[in-house]
């Protein structure tokens, strides 16, 4: 069975400071490019940052600068530190696993996953 369980989410004021956690199982995580979206209320899902299973990172421009994004494989858990956060950060943040058809033990694997989302609101 696959899950993924985000952690770490609250109330912050602005300018400060959290880091979400997506502890995964069921899934062989080396092989997965993780991803952070969120979404706010009346807003459309927006993908917040991205690792690739090779390590490489991006992000969307809002956040550039503020928010990183890591990943442990030994954990099976990927994270993203959220500092200088912002009244406009406020979302539910949502862990997202996709292996793009990657080939692992004579298998390739297209299923993508998605967590149940933690809520982030920042507010004074």
């Known amino acids: 069975q696959v899950q993924l369980v985000e952690s770490g989410g609250g109330l912050v004021q602005p300018g400060g400071s959290l880091r979400l956690s997506c502890a995964t199982s069921?899934?062989?995580?080396?092989?997965?490019?993780m991803g952070w979206y969120r979404q706010a209320p009346g807003k459309q899902r927006e993908l917040v940052a991205s690792?690739?299973?090779?390590?490489?990172?991006n992000y969307v421009d809002s956040v550039k600068g503020r928010f990183t994004v890591s990943r442990d494989n030994a954990k099976n858990t990927v994270y993203i530190r959220m500092n200088s956060l912002k009244v406009e950060d406020t979302a539910v943040y949502y862990c997202?696993?996709?292996?793009?058809?990657?080939?692992?033990?004579?298998?390739?694997?297209?299923?993508?996953?998605w967590g149940q989302g933690t809520q982030v609101t920042v507010s004074s």
């Open positions: 997202y696993a996709d292996p793009r058809g990657r080939y692992y033990g004579g298998i390739h694997y297209f299923n993508s996953y």
């Open positions: 690792i690739s299973s090779g390590g490489s990172t």
């Open positions: 069921g899934i062989i995580f080396s092989i997965h490019d």
